[in-house]
């Protein structure tokens, strides 16, 4: 399978605490994004890195990627319960215009 | 709103219906995309159309046939569809399938239940 994995499956922290997820792939790719989305609805693009970066800011958000390893992190610093979403990683295939998504992290952030 | 619009937002049907599903793009893009989110599933690509043309079949079987008269239309044509077949459907989108910049749009999805 190509899918890519997430870890953990699950995440529950208090507001104001740090949320780190792991993503895996198996494929070469171009790029890799994180997306979030909330209940069953669309997901909402939060950032991309491209194969040659090693790391990406984007306010509360640092994604780093280690194409070595075929994994990436997202840290969401400061927690707000507004985060409580489930967070997908995509890598789009090298040489192809497929995607293909992570199972995703469940965070939950309590107020 | 993310300029991806999706009709219906939920549609029940019996395996025996011929029904379709509308994505529209307000964004001037050029790629456009289906995707299927079952239950406890990673997120499927199902077809991705770049410039009109379709460049990806992810072996998605023929009861589902996509069509896309232009850039800013997707449409999905179900028949005969099984009850594994509901899922949430999502169409999203891209300034082409190609380069290395390429942000997905989503829409909200449709929510197809097959009795």
């Known amino acids: 399978s190509q899918q890519g994995e997430e870890d953990p499956q699950a995440l529950s922290i208090q507001e104001g605490e740090n949320a780190t997820m792991n993503c895996s792939y198996k494929?070469?790719?171009?790029?890799l994004q994180w997306y979030r989305q909330n209940s069953g609805r669309g997901l909402v693009h939060l950032i991309l890195i491209r194969s040659n970066e090693r790391e990406k800011h984007s306010g509360r958000l640092r994604v780093t990627l280690d194409t070595s390893k075929k994994s990436s992190s997202l840290l969401i610093t400061a927690s707000r319960a507004a985060d409580t979403a489930s967070y997908f990683c995509?890598?789009?295939?090298?040489?192809?215009?497929?995607?293909?998504f992570g199972t995703g992290t469940r965070l939950k952030v309590l107020a | 709103e993310t300029g991806v619009t999706q009709t219906p937002r939920h549609l029940v049907m019996g395996m025996t219906n011929k029904k379709s599903l509308k994505c529209e793009q307000h964004l001037g893009h050029n790629a456009m995309y289906w995707y299927k989110q079952s239950a406890k599933k990673p997120l499927e690509l199902m077809f991705v159309?770049?410039?009109?043309?379709?460049?990806e079949n992810n072996s998605v079987p023929s009861r589902f046939s996509p069509e896309c008269p232009n850039s800013s239309h997707l449409f999905l044509h179900l028949h005969t569809l099984q009850p594994e077949d509901s899922a949430l459907y999502l169409c999203?989108?891209?300034?082409?399938?190609?380069?290395?910049?390429?942000?997905?749009?989503f829409g909200p999805g449709t929510r197809l239940t097959v009795l």
């Open positions: 159309y770049n410039f009109k043309e379709q460049t």
């Open positions: 995509a890598v789009r295939v090298v040489g192809t215009y497929k995607y293909i």
């Open positions: 999203a989108s891209s300034p082409s399938g190609g380069g290395d910049y390429n942000e997905q749009f």
């Open positions: 494929t070469s790719i171009n790029n």
